[in-house]
């Protein structure tokens, strides 16, 4: 079982900027697409941003602009800089790893918390 490792998050002012990483193991890393998701409660699971293995980097609509995804090869690491952070940003966020037909693995989740 891929372990993914979470780390950052916690609570921040609307308009302030919170990080968060996540770290897999560098065979898994360099082979998938990382993607950061949120869920919010009552609220479907949702695409934040991801990085393929080849570097390319998507945004959701709502977030572009303000957060910014970078990879680091050499310490298994993507990072997801979150700027000007709205009250609706607040949520779990949860990485995934994923290369098609062989992995689909997920963090164990990060609560963000916007104060207004």
């Known amino acids: 079982q891929v372990q993914l490792v979470e780390s950052g998050g916690g609570l921040a002012q609307a308009g302030g900027s919170l990080g968060l990483s996540c770290a897999a193991p560098?065979?898994?890393?360099?082979?998938?697409?990382i993607t950061w998701y949120r869920q919010a409660p009552g609220n479907q699971r949702e695409l934040v941003a991801s990085?393929?293995?080849?570097?390319?980097?998507n945004y959701a609509d709502s977030v572009k602009g303000r957060f910014a995804l970078w990879r680091d090869n050499a310490k298994n690491t993507v990072y997801l800089q979150m700027n000007l952070l709205k009250p609706e940003d607040a949520a779990v966020y949860y990485c995934?790893?994923?290369?098609?037909?062989?992995?689909?693995?997920w963090g164990q989740g990060t609560l963000v918390t916007i104060s207004s």
């Open positions: 990085s393929t293995s080849a570097g390319r980097i």
């Open positions: 560098g065979i898994i890393f360099r082979a998938s697409t």
């Open positions: 995934n790893a994923y290369i098609p037909g062989s992995l689909n693995a």
